[in-house]
């Protein structure tokens, strides 16, 4: 016997965004009216330059910790981690918001086992238009994070590649800095993260 469809709560960051989602939704699901319970799936749609999550709180607050559907722009590592804690099974970019994903991915949400921050980032990575977040690090630079994460010091990783100590450094504070990365720890994370390491 088939489940019957999900009823979803939807909570935006300005009315129209809410009605907008609420429109696509109404096609095919039950949609909860505002503070109404009894909701199996949250859908949240943050302002996509906003990174604290501020309505995926406010709905997890007043619903309760529901497999949910995360609208938002991109994250911080510590966006994803809240994400996945709150109950998100999907993280969508804005842009790739249509009513058949929508609801494909609400659907999908109710029976989807917990995921990780890993995942959802890279989810996101692959909807977003613009290069995937596997290219976001260069060869060189994938080479060098993959040396440092079997334990390698800047001299093995040097004489392992033919670089200088100077140069793997150098490559190193490059990709931090134009990822915006605190350390080689983190740089690291980041690459084990978009599957690279």
């Known amino acids: ?97 249509r009513p058949e994903r929508l609801i494909a991915e609400v659907v999908a949400a109710r029976s989807s086992a917990e995921t990780s921050a890993g995942l959802l980032a890279a989810g996101y990575a692959s909807l977003v238009d613009c290069p995937a977040r596997s290219s976001r690090f260069h060869d060189r630079e994938i080479r060098v994070l993959r040396l440092i994460a079997e334990g390698k010091d800047t001299a093995e990783i040097g004489a392992a590649m033919g670089y200088s100590q100077r140069t793997i450094k150098n490559i190193l504070h490059h990709a931090q800095r134009r990822l915006a990365l605190r350390n080689r720890a983190q740089a690291v994370a980041e690459a084990i993260r978009a599957g690279l390491i």
């Open 1 to 97: 016997m088939n489940e019957p469809d999900p009823r979803v709560a939807v909570y935006a960051a300005d009315p129209l965004t809410r009605a907008g989602l609420v429109g696509m939704l109404a096609q095919a699901l039950d949609v909860v009216p505002p503070g109404g319970r009894g909701a199996d799936v949250l859908v949240a749609a943050e302002d996509p330059v906003d990174h604290e999550l501020p309505v995926l709180r406010l709905a997890v607050a007043e619903q309760g910790a529901l497999p949910g559907v995360l609208i938002a722009g991109p994250l911080p590592p510590s966006g994803h981690r809240s994400a996945a804690t709150s109950g998100v099974r999907s993280l969508l970019p804005h842009q790739a918001v």
